[in-house]
């Protein structure tokens, strides 16, 4: 099976296209493995409009290859930024209704915790997205699960600072804890005991790749539509509210 993912859940617009045997598990053999990664400057805006479909087109002319040869579209369904996400589901949307190609949707977090649970297996893994405004997106899974092997430990929620504090300190000593938000909130991951990895890691980053994976394992929408994770209400909707 050929998919075609991205995601722009994140400030990274991050584009897989790969080859993989369907089969009950993760662990797929590809003969097909590209990707590539837009990443802007720090204080940079994300480039998502400007760059996912030419990022989509480069890696077909580096395979070799065009539409007529990819099986499914998968897409990050966030939690993340609203426009990121609009921007990513919309631009899926219109590829699917314009190719007849089967749509899936993939969460952002369990795309982060796949990549830990091929780095440490056997720990606990706490997936944390910068939410902005001083928060966090987090979703986390057991010790020795990866994440469609069960019910998470915990499902995604968007967290304050002291309530991260409070999840962390319950996950365990050692759990593995990755995301841009894992970075933003080293200092109250690593105080509860969890493993943060360094600012380079690419655990810390969004890979497409991920997401081409759990698409075989997940059934395509049935209507050619996928619904984002927002998790709250777009920042100019709160700002609204807090007018008097």
């Known amino acids: 099976m050929r998919?075609?993912?991205f995601d722009t859940a994140t400030r990274l617009t991050a584009v897989a296209l790969r080859d993989l045997e369907t089969e009950t598990n993760v662990c797929a053999r590809e003969t097909l493995d590209?990707?590539?990664?837009?990443?802007?400057?720090?204080?940079?805006r994300p480039g998502h409009a400007q760059k996912l479909l030419v990022l989509i087109q480069e890696l077909?002319?580096?395979?070799?290859t065009?539409?007529?040869?990819v099986d499914r579209i998968a897409v990050g369904i966030g939690p993340g930024t609203f426009t990121g996400l609009r921007i990513g589901i919309a631009t899926a949307q219109a590829?699917?209704?314009a190719t007849g190609l089967p749509l899936v949707g993939v969460s952002t977090l369990s795309a982060l915790a796949l990549a830990a649970h091929d780095r440490k297996p056997a720990a606990a893994k706490l997936a944390v997205i910068d939410a902005r405004r001083g928060e966090a997106f987090v979703a986390g899974w057991r010790a020795g699960d990866g994440p469609l092997d069960a019910e998470p430990m915990l499902r995604p929620q968007v967290l304050t600072p002291a309530q991260l504090a409070r999840v962390?300190?319950?996950s365990g000593a050692g759990t593995l804890a990755v995301g841009d938000g894992a970075s933003k909130f080293r200092q109250?991951?690593?105080d509860a005991g969890l493993n943060v990895p360094d600012e380079q890691s690419p655990l810390h980053r969004v890979s497409a790749r991920?997401?081409?994976r759990l698409a075989t394992l997940l059934a395509p929408s049935s209507d050619g539509t996928v619904a984002p994770e927002y998790l709250r209400l777009p920042d100019a909707e709160i700002s609204s509210k807090a007018k008097p």
């Open 3 to 5: 998919l075609l993912a």
């Open 34 to 44: 590209l990707a590539v990664v837009d990443d802007p400057p720090a204080g940079g």
């Open 60 to 64: 077909f002319e580096r395979a070799g």
């Open 66 to 69: 065009n539409w007529g040869t």
């Open 95 to 97: 590829l699917a209704s």
């Open 168 to 170: 962390a300190s319950g």
């Open 188 to 190: 109250i991951l690593e």
């Open 210 to 212: 991920e997401h081409c």
